[in-house]
């Protein structure tokens, strides 16, 4: 005589977990044996559905701290399953993991977490790419954009209907936006598709938006740019974006900041960076030089014996702290040319000079900070 083969199975076992697993553990494990033998995935496999209803069960007493402690003592005889049932079960846990994995809601009827689409439906967010030269993003600029985008329909105040009709509840899900339906042992709601969810049903239509409630314009928009914004900046528009769906309110606007690079200048921060030739007479005698800035000509004095590479500051006239205030510093660094042509005075008064100047053209042992200076340079 044969044994009887339908004795439930280890729970534990049925989820593929440690007896010591942890909730998320449990969960984990759960999810992916839902989708896989959920009977949406699975039409017409009795097999998939028992595995399915056994995973169930089993996550019902696990995740449910008493159940697992007297099943965890006392096996299955401890846990009370109601006579077919799941007495105790975490609906609004399981609600949550079906819709995250099939877009369905309120699976058992229970009237707990659905994601029944509302009526109104905020509008989408925007972008606008706004190109500013280097100067215009220090010191800010007032200007208008011109932005199409979906605006609530005039004609029909955003209701899609003709003058003197409104919109009626739907016939297929009775207003409510979703309709269920019996999958197995349990119920289903998914989104309607006659009305979109919207739970209402347009019989007259407008004739300008037809029906959308939201027409395409072009709308200008004054923006003003505040001194100090950087490349990648975002200005939000709040309520610019498109309008909203059904009564639903609008998106917003985020005009995203594109500066071009300067011809000579260099920004870190709030300061500024560029580079300036001198001769060699001006390095090793000082001179009065005129270097650019970006309020005008600015006069640098250069101290008698500057090497090349030397890096002079010139304070405030950097970029100006982005609401803030002060601005920063714009660092001149110094190179000395060695001209490429001599006429033959100049050799001569270059050879009397060089007869003058004893240097040894040994290599030079670098310091530790020079190193350093040259690895992150």
């Known amino acids: 005589m044969g044994l009887a083969t339908?004795?439930?199975?280890?729970?534990?076992?049925?989820?593929?977990?440690?007896?010591?697993?942890?909730?998320?553990?449990?969960?984990?494990?759960?999810?992916?044996?839902?989708?896989?033998?959920?009977?949406?995935?699975?039409?017409?496999?009795?097999?998939?559905?028992?595995?399915?209803k056994e995973a169930t069960e089993a996550y019902s007493v696990l995740m449910d701290a008493n159940k697992r402690a007297q099943y965890d003592r006392f096996g299955h005889q401890g846990v009370n399953m109601g006579g077919g049932g799941v007495e105790g079960f975490p609906f609004q846990d399981l609600n949550d993991i079906f819709g995250d994995l099939f877009g369905i809601s309120d699976i058992f009827g229970?009237?707990?977490?659905?994601?029944?689409?509302?009526?109104?439906?905020?509008?989408?967010?925007?972008?606008?790419?706004?190109?500013?030269?280097?100067?215009?993003?220090?010191?800010?600029?007032?200007?208008?954009?011109?932005?199409?985008?979906?605006?609530?329909?005039?004609?029909?105040?955003?209701?899609?209907?003709?003058?003197?009709?409104?919109?009626?509840?739907?016939?297929?899900?009775?207003?409510?936006?979703?309709?269920?339906?019996?999958?197995?042992?349990?119920?289903?709601?998914?989104?309607?598709?006659?009305?979109?969810?919207s739970g209402t049903t347009i019989s007259h239509p407008c004739n300008v938006c037809r029906g959308q409630g939201r027409v395409v314009r072009e709308k200008t928009i004054a923006v003003k740019v505040p001194a100090g914004v950087e490349h990648g900046t975002k200005i939000l528009f709040t309520g610019e974006g498109e309008a909203g769906i059904n009564g639903g309110p609008a998106g917003d606007l985020?005009?995203?900041?594109?500066?071009?690079?300067?011809?000579?200048?260099?920004?870190?921060?709030?300061?500024?960076?560029?580079?300036?030739?001198?001769?060699?007479?001006?390095?090793?005698l000082g001179a009065e030089i005129e270097v650019p800035t970006l309020d005008g000509a600015h006069t640098l004095s250069i101290p008698a014996g500057t090497q090349s590479g030397a890096t002079l500051r010139i304070k405030n006239k950097g970029v100006p702290v982005l609401r803030g205030s002060g601005r920063g510093d714009l660092y001149v660094q110094v190179r000395v040319q060695t001209p490429a042509k001599l006429s033959k005075n100049q050799k001569e008064l270059l050879n009397q000079l060089a007869e003058t100047l004893q240097i040894e053209n040994k290599p030079e042992r670098k310091t530790l900070f020079g190193k350093v200076k040259d690895i992150f340079s």
């Not at 977990?17 to 759960?30: D, G």
């Not at 921060?269 to 090793?284: H, I, N, T, W």
């Open 6 to 52: 339908n004795a439930k199975r280890d729970y534990y076992e049925v989820l593929s977990v440690e007896r010591s697993a942890n909730e998320q553990e449990i969960k984990s494990s759960y999810r992916k044996l839902a989708m896989q033998y959920h009977p949406d995935r699975n039409p017409g496999n009795p097999q998939a559905e028992e595995k399915f």
């Open 110 to 197: 229970t009237g707990g977490s659905t994601r029944r689409r509302t009526r109104a439906q905020q509008g989408s967010d925007i972008r606008y790419d706004l190109a500013l030269e280097f100067e215009e993003a220090v010191f800010g600029k007032n200007t208008d954009i011109k932005v199409r985008t979906y605006a609530e329909c005039e004609s029909c105040d955003g209701s899609g209907s003709q003058p003197g009709h409104s919109a009626a509840a739907c016939n297929a899900c009775g207003g409510r936006g979703q309709v269920r339906f019996q999958q197995g042992f349990f119920s289903v709601s998914r989104t309607c598709s006659r009305c979109n969810g």
């Open 254 to 284: 985020y005009v995203v900041l594109n500066v071009k690079e300067h011809a000579f200048f260099e920004r870190q921060g709030k300061d500024l960076y560029c580079v300036v030739p001198l001769s060699f007479p001006q390095a090793a």
